[in-house]
């Protein structure tokens, strides 16, 4: 290829990763925490001193809830399994009154259990949001609602992500076979970060590449299928899911009709003995169209959804009604859809699978960091021959502090509000809020501080941060062991203790990254953004 097209193509991954980095850094790092989404969400709940409802008591606690509850008809889950962060009895959901169906801010929820002589009692429940607000950190790059426009705002990055990712396989094209595995460790830092930056990114692109393209499309899915139903179905394909009926549909059901459970279990284990459900979802259980889900897992197949699959039937007669989403029982056309999820999510091939995209969410954040610290140390001003310092460009500068600011922040932000989940129950009207709180106030307290202190002091500052933010996940569990007087918990499940065992290790790797950079910015070149020789702010 040309050298003129080579240095085109390298400019637009410059530019392109420049734009998208920090957002997609934010991305990444959420991400990677995600993928244990349970685990986190049983570390940050308090344990719960019921057990699990049996299916013998879950007809008669259904029917009776219905009954004097008619508001949890619409929407409600019975958990098949008991966990540290799901409530014993039948779960259902409150929205705001024209909340976006992702946004999960300002919902109340609600638990009905039996007492002792039968009688069903409702209690609103104040979960910890912890999961779901890192998750939506990681949905939307950083911004605090999942929305419309906030997802739209996520499709561009995503776009220039995909452009990046092409440019940067052009640029590397001449040299891929020579240089691939070519880590040049010596005193050239930047050729090391180069040759480190290209390994990671070529090694991970497939990876890359289907989180691109599946984040475009997640973006902007609402505005794909109204096109597809206008251009392909003449604005009818919402009538494609909708179950036939005739004039005897107008008639509301009655919940004592309702199969019990354990019968609808029984139907779903006939028709798909791999199967293994975990919950219960009742959608509109006493109108004319009701419905159950039936979620669950197939060791056998890849789930369509971070949560599992699910096969849809009727409560009422047990009849199997779809299994467009049923792990392992859809058609091509379902399959291949589902495929794209499952790749995003990584909800195959088992606990590996998670371990492996867990570590390549983390390398793809390294990925975003480490392209801003090229293009800053291809733009430095080496010392001129009398010794003076010279002046390094302002825009240098200012993308040197706004990566360290906004990264490392996205970093501390999210270590400190999981340790504020324990802190702060009980303490605290809105814990939702506060997660909020606590996060944006660290983000945004690190931006500012690497802006006052310079990106090579203020790094070191925030990495000691995130060693200490991150420590604190195991040492309150610590805590909460050997003095119970404080009010923590400290569950003892596997999935609990990975939470505080992952958390160890990223306090071992801030740590070193800590002493590393500090013996970098006090012994690295003068001229550097990142020495602690260099002056900031910009001299005048």
Same mark, same amino acid.
């Given at each position: 290829?040309?050298?003129?097209?080579?240095? %085109?193509?390298k400019?637009v991954?410059?530019?392109?990763?420049?734009?998208?980095?920090?957002?997609?850094?934010?991305?990444?790092?959420?991400?990677a925490?995600?993928?244990?989404?349970e685990?986190?969400?049983?570390?940050v709940?308090?344990?719960? =001193?019921?057990?699990?409802?049996?299916l013998?008591?879950?007809?008669?606690l259904i029917?009776?809830t219905?009954?004097?509850? &008619?508001? $949890? =008809?619409?929407?409600f889950?019975l958990?098949?399994h008991?966990?540290?962060?799901?409530?014993?009895?039948i779960n259902?959901?409150?929205k705001?009154d024209?909340?976006?169906?992702h946004?999960t &801010?300002g919902i109340r929820?609600y638990v009905?259990t039996?007492d002792?002589? /039968?009688?069903v009692r409702?209690?609103?429940?104040?979960p910890?949001?912890?999961?779901?607000?890192?998750?939506?950190?990681?949905?939307v790059v950083g911004?605090p609602?999942? &929305?419309d426009?906030n997802?739209w705002?996520m /499709?561009v990055?995503?776009?220039?992500? $995909?452009l990046a990712?092409?440019s940067?396989?052009?640029?590397?094209l001449?040299?891929?076979v020579?240089d691939f595995?070519a880590?040049?460790?010596?005193?050239?830092?930047?050729?090391?970060?180069l040759d480190?930056?290209?390994?990671?990114?070529?090694v991970? @692109?497939?990876?890359h590449?289907?989180?691109a393209?599946t984040?475009?499309?997640?973006?902007y899915? !609402?505005q794909?299928?109204?096109t597809?139903?206008a251009?392909?179905?003449d604005g009818k394909w *919402?009538?494609?899911?909708q179950?036939? *009926?005739g004039?005897?549909?107008a008639?509301?059901?009655d919940?004592?009709?309702?199969l019990p459970p354990?019968e609808l279990?029984? #139907?779903?284990?006939?028709?798909?003995p791999?199967f293994e459900?975990t919950?219960l979802?009742y959608?509109?259980?006493? =109108?004319p169209?009701?419905g159950?889900?039936?979620?669950?897992?197939d060791?056998t =197949?890849h789930?369509?959804?971070?949560?599992?699959?699910f096969?849809g039937?009727d409560p009422?007669?047990g009849?199997i009604?779809?299994?467009d989403f049923m792990?392992?029982?859809q !058609?091509?056309?379902?399959a291949t859809?589902s495929?794209?999820?499952? @790749?995003h999510?990584?909800?195959? /091939?088992?606990?590996?699978?998670?371990?492996?995209?867990?570590l390549?969410g983390l390398?793809?954040a390294?990925l975003f960091y480490s392209?801003?610290? @090229?293009w %800053?140390e291809s #733009?430095?001003k080496?010392?001129?021959?009398?010794g003076e @310092?010279p002046?390094?460009r302002?825009d240098?500068?200012?993308? $040197?502090?706004?990566t360290? /600011?906004v990264?490392?922040g996205?970093?501390?932000?999210i270590?400190?509000t999981?340790?504020?989940?324990?802190?702060?129950?009980?303490h605290?009207?809105d814990?939702?809020?506060?997660?909020? +709180?606590?996060y944006?106030?660290?983000?945004f307290?690190? %931006?500012?501080?690497a802006?006052?202190r310079?990106?090579a002091?203020?790094?070191i500052n925030?990495?000691?941060l995130?060693?200490? *933010?991150?420590f604190?996940?195991? +040492?309150?569990?610590?805590?909460a062991?050997?003095?119970?007087?404080l009010?923590?918990w400290?569950?003892?499940?596997?999935?609990?203790?990975?939470? !505080?065992?992952?958390?160890l290790?990223g306090?071992l790797?801030?740590?070193w990254?800590?002493?590393?950079?500090?013996? #970098?910015v006090?012994?690295g070149?003068a !001229?550097?953004v990142?020495s602690?020789?260099?002056a900031?702010?910009?001299r005048?």
């Open positions: 290829m040309r050298s003129e097209f080579i240095r %085109i193509y400019a991954h410059t530019w392109t990763g420049i734009v998208a980095g920090m957002a997609l850094f934010i991305a990444f790092y959420a991400g925490i995600t993928i244990f989404k685990p986190l969400a049983r570390w709940t308090p344990p719960s =001193a019921s057990a699990a409802v049996s013998d008591e879950a007809q008669t029917v009776r219905l009954t004097e509850h &008619s508001v $949890a =008809a619409k929407d889950r958990h098949l008991q966990a540290e962060h799901l409530r014993a009895g259902w959901q409150v705001p024209g909340a976006d169906e946004d &801010s929820h009905a039996l002792a002589v /039968g009688m409702v209690e609103e429940m104040y910890s949001q912890l999961a779901e607000f890192i998750d939506t950190l990681h949905r911004l609602v999942d &929305s426009p997802r705002v /499709g990055i995503a776009t220039l992500y $995909a990712l092409v940067g396989v052009v640029v590397l001449p040299s891929m020579k595995f880590l040049r460790v010596g005193k050239n830092l930047k050729r090391m970060w480190a930056h290209n390994i990671v990114g070529i991970s @692109l497939p990876f590449v289907v989180m393209v984040a475009v499309v997640f973006a899915h !609402d794909i299928y109204d597809q139903d251009l392909i179905h *919402g009538m494609a899911f179950r036939p *009926g004039m005897h549909d008639v509301p059901r919940p004592a009709s309702l354990a279990l029984a #139907r779903v284990k006939a028709f798909s791999s459900p919950a979802q959608l509109n259980t006493t =109108a169209r009701a159950v889900r039936v979620w669950g897992h060791p =197949a789930s369509p959804r971070f949560v599992g699959g096969v039937v009422y007669s009849k009604m779809n299994t792990p392992g029982r !058609d091509a056309a379902n859809v495929s794209f999820f499952a @790749l999510f990584g909800t195959y /091939g088992g606990m590996p699978v998670q371990w492996m995209y867990f390549l390398a793809g390294w392209g801003n610290l @090229l %800053i #733009r430095r080496v010392r001129r021959k009398d @310092l002046t390094q302002r240098v500068q200012w993308l $040197a502090a706004g360290v /600011g990264c490392l996205c970093v501390c932000g270590s400190l999981i340790v504020a989940g324990k802190w702060l129950y009980g605290v009207a814990l939702t809020v506060w997660h909020q +709180l606590v944006y106030i660290v983000f307290a690190s %931006i500012g501080w802006f006052l310079g990106a002091r203020a790094a925030l990495l000691w995130a060693a200490v *933010g991150t604190a996940i195991p +040492l309150t569990t610590l805590l062991w050997s003095f119970p007087a009010g923590l400290g569950h003892t499940s596997s999935a609990s203790l990975g939470v !505080d065992m992952t958390a290790v306090t790797c801030f740590t990254m800590a002493y590393v950079t500090a013996r #970098r006090k012994h070149p !001229d550097s990142w602690a020789r260099f900031f702010p910009v005048h």
